[in-house]
């Protein structure tokens, strides 16, 4: 079965500007989480979203943003970009159902520079 | 609050031996998830093995081993006999599973090297 596709791979963005992610989940799962990961601080959690509703976010401002549509693909949007939002986005499908054996199937990422 | 800490920043290996990956961990959720990822330069986050906080074995899936020792608070990742295929970071993460949490909280890796 087809895995976790994160759109685009690469983006270069200016100061200023605003980028819209996207995130197909596998079939099926309907939790998408959004994590960032820089050099510095590490892989951050930035927000989960579970049937088109924000479950859990993490402790980011408001410029990042998210949502999930029914048929459970997600998009991050980041607005007004900074220098330090260059980061590697990766976005992580799971069934959601609270079972704690069940893994996170990762995305290929995001890799977002800004400039 | 969660925290995972790898004391290894960076680790050196022959192929064909074993390594030892540290993790150690912190929660006051008595009931928790471990888990082991494997990150090569490509970026995506491939999942190893998981291991829970009730569970009375050791977790195992192929040359992946968790060497749990709930009392010391670590979940020590095993790789038997590696490959060179095996030169990536490594992640530890936990999870309190729980309905309504997927967060993961990772620490901050180890890079492997296998040496030919």
């Known amino acids: 079965k087809a895995g976790v596709t994160q759109t685009p791979r690469y983006l270069i963005k200016t100061r200023g500007q605003q980028v819209t992610l996207s995130c197909s989940p596998i079939?099926?799962?309907?939790?998408v989480s959004w994590y960032q990961q820089t050099p510095g601080q590490g892989l951050q959690f930035l927000f989960e979203?579970?049937?088109?509703?924000?479950?859990n976010k993490g402790n980011f401002p408001g410029r990042f943003s998210g949502r999930q549509f029914s048929n459970s693909r997600s998009e991050m949007n980041v607005s007004t970009l900074e220098l330090g939002d260059s980061a590697l986005y990766l976005c992580?499908?799971?069934?959601?159902?609270?079972?704690?054996?069940?893994?996170?199937?990762f995305g290929q990422g995001t890799r977002l520079t800004v400039v | 609050a969660q925290k995972i800490t790898q004391t290894q920043p960076g680790m050196f290996v022959q192929e064909k031996e074993a390594v030892t990956l540290d993790c150690t961990y912190d929660t006051s959720d008595p009931s928790y998830g471990l888990f082991w990822y494997k990150q090569p330069s490509s970026g995506e986050m491939i999942f190893l093995i998981y291991q829970g906080s009730y569970d009375q074995q050791n977790a195992t899936e192929g040359r992946y081993s968790l060497n749990f020792q709930k009392a010391r608070k670590s979940a020590n990742l095993v790789i038997s006999a590696s490959q060179l295929g095996d030169s990536a970071m490594y992640f530890c993460a936990m999870r309190a599973p729980n309905f309504g949490n997927e967060k993961l909280t990772f620490g901050t890796g180890t890079r492997l090297t296998i040496i030919p």
């Open positions: 079939s099926g799962h309907r939790s």
């Open positions: 992580a499908s799971s069934l959601g159902d609270g079972q704690g054996k069940t893994e996170a199937f």
């Open positions: 979203y579970f049937s088109e509703t924000q479950r």
